[in-house]
């Protein structure tokens, strides 16, 4: 009963505690996770914001060093009006942009008179091809080419012009004939005032090379039109002849350039483009200047600039059209108002670098409380089983005390007896050898009981020790046999000895007297029920060594009964066997082992127990 409430309290405690553990350190492990996966989210964040920010700066500073520029950079040849008056040059666009991230400069111009527009690129020039660079030629035809499928989409993305009543009045106070003035920021609007004559020489610098180049023309002629546009070269012809006739009355042309405005340019297929545009009105016609980013080496310029911003994963963040995105993914807008591309929020790529990290944490929680849970498991476990040895001693301590209580008080009653009679002259006086006789048996049993506890106090504290030397067994053991003899034979059992020849061996002769004692002693006890009371010790020279057997014709020792034989205390047969300390057995094991032999049992052929004593031989 005690060992089970100790189970209980002891158990019950383990668990409790343990599943306390077990549920605060696992909700400490999914705030863990929550909190790594909050972080990443908002290093997400702030990595796409980072990003968003940094694409806005850069493609603000292309937009504002590009306002700046003149509208007639955006031909493949021009007249600088701070110049030579009959000088053309290339542009400083010719070659090429001096940005990675500006795919090309481009210009639509339509006349006064309608038609088609036109799309030039200050990379290209039809009529003078040698001032083309080999290199850019087929990649700026293609754009070209692109450029002029989507020149209605272009014109529509334009902002309105800007007539010089809209710039601030001080920008145009000055009388001198030839100036370009910008008002700071470079997102100013321009207003560039030409002589005629300058004007003329931009509307033609074509011409204007040619001439200067030994050209057979005397006079500025109208640039060959290409096959393509016959239309576009009619409509130039007018304009020309119109300007003539504006420039017969007019001293200054005042031309207001604004700055360019951010567009999205989309193709048919969904793909976009982040263009810069800006409408420039001509008195003989409107032009349309531009240039397209380049997003592939934007994006990779954003990529190496963010590396010392976030190490954490591969910069997946980018620029990307509105429409290009997913309804419901979370991005950050870009911060300029003409242009609505975003910058994905790449949550996924950021939790999947923590993932690990993330699915670590319930398996070192698991490593840490499943050893612990385990060991304290066995440690509950243990006292248990403490509890319940030490009941089970205390029980055995007790059956212990009562059974030697009766194997005491049995010899001591018969030498009670015996020695009243003895003297006091009772009984029979011819029988007084016999009393005597009984007074030494009792006083054996006695002495067999004592010095079985004391053999076992030894065991117990593990000085039991025996001193073996060589001898002959057959004649300790026939001397044993014979001082045991008697007393059987008054109990109605019979001790029989087969000895044919000496035996040498290595023994204790005290040691194997008590064995010998014990196992004679256990025969004639649990053989008293049976028909044949016979109890044969024989002793013989076998291959594996000198054996002492002791053999009884009794039930026999029950299979239940045979696996705890020789453990302390134990005893065989049922609850009607007969008493005993349950020490014999297993101190003959102890004192056998200690002269270096071993002791065994068997059932016996025909019925009965057979115990063996193996010894080592003579040396």
Known sequence: MRTLVAAVLVLGALAAALLGWGLSGWAAVEQERTTLEAEARVAARSHARAVADLAAARLEALRHAESARPYFHYQNLFHDPRGSDEA???????????????????????????GQPRVSMPTLNDDVPELVAADRRDVDLALRARLGVRAPALLALAPPAMSVADVDATQVASTEPVRIRTRPPATSAQTIELSPAQYAQNIAPNEVYQQTRGAQR?????????????????????????????????????????????????????????????????????????????????????????????????????????????????????????????????????????????????????????????????????????????????????????????????????????????????????????????????????????????????????????????????????????????????????????????????????????????????????????ADRRVVVTVVATAAGPTVEVRDHGPGVPPVAARRLFRPFSRGGDADAPSGLGLGLSLSRALARAMGGELGHRPAPGGGAAFTLRLPPAA
Request: charged share 20%; aromatic share 4%.
């Open 218 to 530: 005397s006079q500025v002629v109208p640039p060959r039109p290409p096959a393509a546009a016959p239309v576009a070269h009619t409509a130039r012809t007018t304009e020309r002849t119109a300007l003539r006739t504006t420039t017969a009355t007019t001293t200054t042309i005042t031309i207001t350039v604004p700055p360019l405005s951010w567009a999205t340019l989309t193709d048919a297929d969904g793909a976009a483009d982040a263009v810069a545009l800006r409408r420039v009105e001509l008195p003989d016609a409107t032009l349309v200047q531009g240039f397209m980013v380049d997003l592939a080496e934007l994006r990779a310029a954003l990529a190496d600039a963010g590396g010392a911003e976030d190490e954490r994963v591969d910069h997946p963040s980018t620029l990307v059209a509105r429409a290009e995105v997913p309804p419901g993914e979370p991005v950050i807008e870009l911060p300029l108002r003409d242009l609505p591309w975003v910058v994905p929020i790449e949550e996924d790529a950021y939790l999947a670098r923590i993932a690990p990290t993330v699915a670590a944490l319930r398996p070192a929680f698991a490593r840490r409380f499943v050893p612990i849970a385990v060991l304290a498991a066995l440690c509950g476990a243990l006292v248990v089983v403490l509890v319940a040895r030490a009941e089970r001693l205390a029980r055995t301590r007790a059956q212990f005390a009562a059974a030697a209580a009766h194997e005491l008080r049995t010899p001591l009653a018969g030498l009670q007896l015996y020695g009243d009679m003895l003297a006091g002259g009772l009984g029979d006086p011819g029988k007084a050898a016999t009393y005597a006789g009984r007074i030494a048996e009792d006083a054996a049993r006695l002495g067999r009981v004592v010095a079985n506890v004391l053999g076992f106090s030894q065991l117990e504290r593990g000085n039991l020790s025996v001193r073996p030397r060589d001898g002959d067994l057959a004649a300790a053991v026939r001397a044993t046999v014979e001082r045991l003899r008697p007393a059987l034979a008054r109990t109605g059992a019979e001790l029989a000895l087969v000895a044919p020849a000496p035996v040498p061996a290595r023994f204790d002769e005290d040691a194997v007297d008590r064995v010998v004692a014990n196992l004679v002693d256990n025969a004639e006890k649990y053989g008293r029920a049976g």
């Open 88 to 114: 053309v040059v290339p542009s400083p666009l010719a070659a090429g942009p001096d940005d990675p991230q500006i795919l090309g400069h481009f210009q639509l111009a339509t006349s006064a008179a309608g």
